[in-house]
DNA sequence: TTGTAGGCGTTATCAA
DNA sequence: TTGATAACGCCTACAA
């Protein structure tokens, strides 16, 4: 069994606040050397090491920071994760994670495995599973629970929600975010292929509620309209944000004649990749093709995507330090509630001047 | 603040223990519908919900099991997380991931926070880290604190390592684990390149000391053995498996006149493939390239790369299974200490017969 | 400087 | 069928 404080205190001696003190190093206190000493021989000796789910059950802290994201097999959320750990670590945190698949049940489950085992802060990215009742409660839970938490990338608020823990509907007050400005990626994305003599222009969107999606559609319908390009909602594909969906899409807009495509992540833009041998078409003589996030891979594909950059690890220690300052009590006028971050395009070979031919369509 | 179970109690008029019988339905006792009825009704009211923390400190159970991977960006173990996740979700378990970045001083943090906040069980996959001194704690501490545990993936024990818990040095014996068997993989993807008539074969290997190098490298001079071809040092490039060193690998193998590339993983092929247009050169025409892994971008990437394949979800729901029959208690001797799957290649687009010029050499 | 005692939120034992 | 009460391992006034 494992050493305990009162194994400590019986073997050095004094008693468990003594050893308390020492152990925690209290400030305030002094304690003779000689007594210091004897107690940490015991330590050592016995190997001992405080329970920590005992210290947090009385402190109320327990120096750990939880995490939610939708996909770990997203490197996208790899490399987030990566910067929230750093950034966390940096300041003396510990960091839990949880993968829900994308499913929106999950969510639940993790905030409340999170809340219930004390975790100081939670940071958020929800599923993009469609339940809205699931994401209702996720956010009442968060706000009843009173535990500090910030929304990263898929922000939460912007819809209408009714709060039972708020007993009104939220805000975008209610909840502190941060992500990118995806309005401005749609929009850059799409400019950058309107510029290039494209006009009809495909989306593979993300799901329908999640922020990243409508977003960057907003961005991509601002970018049409300031050309003068009609709107046409045939040529948005509802993807899923995984590489299927964007094979799926490829038939289904080429099919509308598109000269080129803006997949909302890198994933489904890799999907379009891998479909279009089957098209005998190649990129980017027959199509374009833009992407969103940057990854490690899109860079060595061939040919390379032009995408979106995501400073995924200054938006990853942003949040923790948010999160910490919020977990501290620093009083809310010094908080930002929404931070955003710039995209920044990345073009690649994957996007070309539309062809002469093509451009009478 | 949130309500405990003394205010359910008092809110149900019933005592503390008759709540906490009702709430955990303890089997055995019977208590009348009506006095169910009250009290979780005034559960719901309060949203109440048991602490976790306090929980665990009694029971001694959490029902969470710790995670811990050395690098949550690489694709292989993303993949592998999912399939320990699905398998502990569905026996119940909730389940933590530490990502270490490839640090060894975190594989012994993350053992830390895991045993101090009471985990029934750990996986372990360890750290590239080269401090042999951070493994042997990390040993120790896993031993000497009684946790149940399962090495994946990266084993450990096939080296002489003393420790100090159990008193002797380490033997294969005392650590259970499931892993790919290596040794296999190395040889079909050596014995694959043979087929192919190439003798000059350069390998980017792990980092030594991991057994999924290590090993790998055993099934490359087995296959080299058995067709006659002497084994070459210099052939040999110590990569850390990731991208970069797969890049900083192509020039010193091309200067050894290689005419194919075993690369230890996927990460590292794609960093030569990345390197090679540098060269003028072209996969499978100039160089052929096999990998490690079979992630997903394997097979997108131009030209696909030919792989060995791990069965990564069976061998997440293998260390679960394991790891719970463990905790559970069940006699060592129905268990497998050592659990072993067979890798399959995947020959794709990256390999190709040498040429005919290029025999001589 | 050190020790005693109360409490954190539960479960479990044993009476009533 | 229910309710005290003693743990669990630790921290922290308050006393000594």
Redesign the pocket.
């Given at each position: 069994?494992?050493a305990?404080?009162?194994d400590v205190a019986k073997k050095s001696?004094?008693?468990?606040?003594?050893v308390?003190?020492v152990?925690?190093n209290?400030p305030g206190?002094?304690?003779?050397q000689r007594?210091r000493d004897k107690i940490m021989e015991a330590v050592r000796e016995l190997g001992?090491?405080?329970?920590r789910?005992?210290?947090s059950?009385?402190?109320k802290k327990s120096n750990t920071l939880g995490l939610i994201i939708p996909d770990n097999s997203n490197v996208f959320f790899a490399e987030l994760s990566k910067g929230v750990e750093v950034a966390a670590r940096k300041l003396g945190y510990n960091l839990i994670y949880g993968n829900t698949n994308n499913k929106s049940k999950r969510d639940l489950d993790y905030i409340r495995v999170f809340i219930d085992r004390g975790v100081d802060g939670i940071i958020f990215t929800r599923s993009a599973g469609t339940d809205p009742d699931d994401e209702r409660a996720c956010i009442d839970l968060l706000l009843q629970s009173g535990v500090c938490f910030m929304t990263m990338d898929r922000v939460i608020g912007n819809r209408a929600i009714y709060s039972e823990a708020l007993g009104r509907m939220i805000s975008s007050e209610d909840i502190f975010s941060v992500a990118l400005d995806h309005v401005k990626g749609g929009y850059l994305a799409t400019r950058h292929l309107i510029d290039l003599g494209h006009r009809r222009i495909g989306c593979v969107s993300g799901p329908a509620g999640l922020t990243t999606s409508d977003d960057r559609l907003l961005g991509y319908q601002q970018a049409l309209e300031e050309a003068g390009i009609p709107y046409d909602p045939a040529l948005i594909f509802e993807g899923d944000y995984e590489p299927g969906s964007g094979a799926t899409a490829l038939p289904y807009l080429l099919g509308r004649n598109v000269t080129a495509i803006f997949a909302f992540n890198d994933m489904m833009a890799f999907g379009i990749y891998r479909e279009v041998h089957n098209f005998n078409l190649s990129i980017p003589d027959d199509l374009s093709v833009v992407g969103f996030d940057d990854i490690f891979f899109s860079e060595i594909i061939q040919p390379p995507l032009t995408t979106l950059r995501q400073p995924v690890f200054e938006m990853g220690t942003q949040v923790v330090n948010e999160l910490v300052d919020l977990i501290n009590g620093v009083p809310q006028g010094e908080l930002q509630r929404h931070i955003r971050f710039e995209p920044t395009l990345q073009v690649r070979g994957s996007t070309a001047k539309v062809r002469k031919e093509e451009e009478r369509i």
């Open positions: 069994m494992r305990t404080i009162k001696g004094f008693s468990i606040s003594t308390s003190m152990v925690n209290k206190v002094s304690i003779p007594t001992y090491r405080p329970n789910l005992a210290v059950l009385v402190t």
